[in-house]
């Protein structure tokens, strides 16, 4: 069994995502260590790209500031493997798919799992161009995460039966970014997927508050939060370790 | 499963939240493309709006003053609106209207895709939001203007490079955000299958214009047909048709920059390597971690750090040149072709008309060039006048 099957086998997960190099290595390195410890099941850890078109502001400035500090690929895996033993929670990461075609697919998967990663997830890839990644995602162990989204209607139960791993439900049209209101019916989403496949589903986009997780996890099965993190990391810099712990313990809480 | 490659370019790089929306666009664009009621829309369009056929200009003094191969301008910038950039939107907004969709968006580089698209969304009754990089709307003040005028909301990207790049992002970010009642009109052949498709084949009544009257004029087809490429529209459109004419040498000239020995540069093709960015697998400038590279040109439109994927295939398979010319020899081509021919030609287009000085010369007096005059100078004159060092401002 995978580490990212038996996270969802242990109840409602709880995912925050930080994008490596904001705003430093060493601090992502803090956060990865205090988060685990704060009850984070699975961490993503983005790896900053110069275009990330599926982002709002709070992300892309992020990334702006994590490659304005020299922050590569290269560095980004030097750190993920010296941290990793010191983690108990499964870690995915999350990126573009030309920091990943670009750098060499299977040398990036190579690296993953050196680095214990036990998941990929690249939202620029659907489901129709998944042998570029997800057969060479396979051969190194890695599970391969799919998107569903608000639009996807017809195409959720073709997405879902083939997925690995958990699925990725974004919650609302448009990019990354908190937002006060989740308008879509996820229940009805994860339903369709339920249909076809028992693969765990976790709700991503716009969720930033307790209320919300735990709204989100009545139908999922976990739960994801980029933005509210980022922000912390934006506002308090290089001291920004004990909130974001203080948060995921806060979130993690509310959905358990 | 996977759809629109030219070779092993192109392809459906987007995030899921925009796959229903490309398929129904493809759709609708596979139920349309021959329907005769459209094509008939389309055809009148373009003849009493767009003020098409353009013309295929013999530029005798430009020829006599080379001394070498005879030189054809294919007047695109006769176009409404000053450039090829209508013949793709017309149909795209036609297209959109069809879908029943009431709103479109756009990107624009040099802002003659986002004056075009705002003239067709005035003429057609759509609301219109184009996206537009600040350092562009900087550049191009005037068009942005134009488009207001036109009626449409230009916003100024301040992301990343703030260029067209940029602008694609944005205009992405907004289509996701935005999708049962927007169409996003892609003005270059790129991005998600079925854009590439879809824009050659609106721009391809260049190439097929170009065939006829070369054939009429002069009873046989060109040596050469040359156009600037960024994205790859007017290149793309001008090339088509020729492609199974092996006699036929298609040249496309990027954007150098300063030289493309230097970082400044926008030539794709020649100092780009393989990724995947905005919807597509093709060429792209970009570092040794697929980080896309700031690029440079001193030509909003060719400042583009990818080229469409079927020009990536041309190129692969060996069937289309892609030529590096630096600023300085596109500023020379523009003031060139302004004294000599009595045409100001964009800027973007004078990197075509700058190789075609440099190669007529060598080519025998029996041989003839195409270049494709993308478009008219108008929006560029106060930045050359600064190039040159004159204070001068619109």
Known sequence: ?256 | MSKGYFGRHGGQFIPETLMNAIFELEEAYEKYKNDPEFVKELDTLLKEYAGRPSLLYYAEKMTKDLGGAKIYLKREDLNHTGSHKLNNVLGQVLLAKKMGKTRVIAETGAGQHGVATATAAALMGMECEIFMGKEDTDRQALNVYRMRLLGAKVHPVTSGTMTLKDAVNETFREWTNRIDDTHYVLGSVMGPHPFPTIVRDFQSVIGREIKKDMLEKEGRLPDVVMACVGGGSNAMGAFYDFIPDRSVRLIGCEAAGKGVDTTETAATMCTGRDGIFHGMHSYFCQDEFGQIAPVYSISAGLDYPGVGPEHANLKDIGRAEYVPVTDDEAVNAFEYLSRTEGIIPAIESSHAVAYAMKIAPNMGKDKIIVVNLSGRGDKDVAAIARYRGENLYE
């Open chain 1, 1 to 256: 069994m995978s580490k990212i099957t038996e996270v969802f086998k242990k109840g409602k997960a709880f995912i925050p995502f930080v994008t490596a190099g904001d705003p430093c290595l060493e601090i992502t390195e803090q956060l990865l260590v205090e988060m685990d410890k704060s009850g984070a099941d699975i961490i993503e850890v983005g790896i900053p790209f110069s275009d990330p078109v599926a982002e709002g502001v709070v992300i892309q400035e992020a990334d702006i500031r994590a490659l304005s500090a020299g922050t590569t690929t290269d560095k980004i895996f030097d750190m993920l493997k010296r941290v990793r033993p010191n983690l108990s929670c499964a870690l995915a990461i999350m990126t573009y798919v030309n920091p990943v075609y670009g750098y060499g697919i299977k040398k990036f998967l190579s690296n993953c799992k050196e680095a214990g990663v036990d998941a990929l997830i690249v939202p620029d890839v659907p489901f129709e161009e998944r042998a570029l990644l997800k057969p060479s995602c396979q051969e190194y162990g890695i599970e391969y995460v799919s998107f569903i989204a608000p639009t996807s209607h017809q195409r959720i139960k073709m997405i879902a039966k083939e997925a690995s791993g958990f699925l990725y439900c974004v919650s609302s049209l448009g990019v990354t970014g908190v937002r006060s209101e989740i308008t879509t019916n996820i229940g009805e989403m994860i339903g369709l997927v339920k249909e076809v496949s028992n693969i765990p589903c976790a709700v991503g986009f716009g969720i930033s508050t307790p209320v919300q997780a735990k709204k989100m996890a009545e139908s999922a099965d976990g739960v994801i939060v980029g933005s509210a993190i980022v922000k912390i990391c934006a506002e308090y810099g290089r001291d920004c370790v004990p909130y974001v712990a203080e948060y995921v313990k806060k979130m993690k809480d509310a959905i358990s």
